[in-house]
């Protein structure tokens, strides 16, 4: 007969004694076990924090919405703080009336509730010339997966009433950065928001409170934080973000630029480098999401063999135009060393492609634009480690 487990038949402390009330977090914080659970920054990436990056924990959630407090940080002149009552939105330019909106204003306008992904990018950018960081936190965590609550950008352009030489948008922000982008009308005038809620809740400082510009499926420099101008014209404004930053130099010298959707793209979070197999053989999980910025991921394929067999994983959850979407393959691990790869198919019928393949078209120049298929290296005891195969 086995040892009885004084977990069950012992009494525990949590049982003998009376917990917390309801007033302990008038703000609920996640359990003291979950401390681990955390954003973390690469050191050596950034020489100062205030123009910098950190990560989201993708190898620890589950389900497709990534937790207001997990989101990745992408700053590049630290986090504006902006007193609601001091909010203002210009929009200005080749319009009939140039006009500034408080938040009051903005509240009168009809909303909308999207999820969408928000990714980086430089996201995976690090890899390009080969494995480098190791967890799906560094090499895939610059992305996050939010419902946001916001106003169709095109209502607002339709008060200011844009002139019909209207062709561009340039989304300025409030932070120190002053950050711009050139944005197509025809995108503006398709599915941006002029968001003020995540999740549910107010923008987070980090993510751009009180306003940020949500650009379903585009790249997230394009998403401007701390949102204060719009202005209006005829051409793009070929600011550096767009110049010398997010384009893509080609091997013969050549760059690429205005490359704004996000590609198919998928990564395997458990198990991975920060989340390795501690359970032993047998009955397995294995987990991780898949985006498109053209649409959705009606399939992912999984290989544990280094892609000489591949198995159709199982979708699960909604499935939403421009989100994350959570893919799992449950199997019986043998206990033997495995090569895991997932494949993100999206709904245009694009695949995504392998890291070789990818830099037959690209070079090995880029730092943006990088979704080529991931590898984790498994060994017997379950220790997963970033490898690249070929
Ligand atoms: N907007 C402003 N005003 N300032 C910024 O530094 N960073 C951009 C974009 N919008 C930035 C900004 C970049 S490069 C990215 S990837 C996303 O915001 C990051 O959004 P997040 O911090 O919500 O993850
Ligand atoms: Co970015």
Known sequence: KAQADPLIVEKQPWSQFLGAGVDEAPYGMPSKFEAHVRRQDVPWLTADPISSVNFTPLHELDGIITPNGLCFERHHGGVAEIAPQDYRLMINGLVDRELVFTLEDLMRFPRENHVYFLECAANSGMEW?????????????????????????????????????????????????????????????????????????????????????????????????????????????????????????????????????????????????????????????????????????????????????WHQARMSGPSFDKSMHRFYYDFNWDGKPMLLQSRAHDSTGYVQPTKDALRAVRGENSIYHNNSIQTWAVNEQGVAENVEIS
Not at 210 to 230: A, D, T
Not at 231 to 237: A, K, L, R, S, V
Request: proline share 7%; aromatic share 8%.
């Open 129 to 309: 010339a080969g494995s480098q960081l190791n967890g799906c936190q560094f090499t895939h965590g610059m992305i996050h997966n939010v419902m946001y609550t916001g106003i169709p950008l095109r209502l607002l352009l339709e008060e200011a009433g844009v002139k019909t030489t209207a062709e561009w948008l340039l989304p300025e922000g409030a932070d120190a950065s002053g950050m711009t982008r050139s944005i197509p009308m025809e995108k503006a005038m398709d599915d941006c928001l002029v968001a003020f809620k995540m999740n549910g809740e107010a923008l987070r400082p980090e993510q751009g409170y009180p306003v940020r510009l949500v650009v379903p499926g585009w790249e997230g420099n394009m998403w401007v934080k701390w949102l204060r101008r719009i202005e209006i014209g005829d051409q793009p404004w070929h600011h550096r973000e767009e110049t010398s930053k997010y384009t893509d130099l080609f091997a013969n010298g050549k760059a690429r630029r205005f490359t704004w959707e996000m590609d198919a793209k998928s990564v395997i979070t458990s198990p991975s480098p920060q989340k390795p197999i501690t359970h032993g053989p047998g009955p397995m999980v294995l987990t991780g999401v898949a985006w498109s910025g053209r649409g959705t991921i009606p399939r992912v394929d999984v290989t544990i063999d280094g892609g000489i067999n």
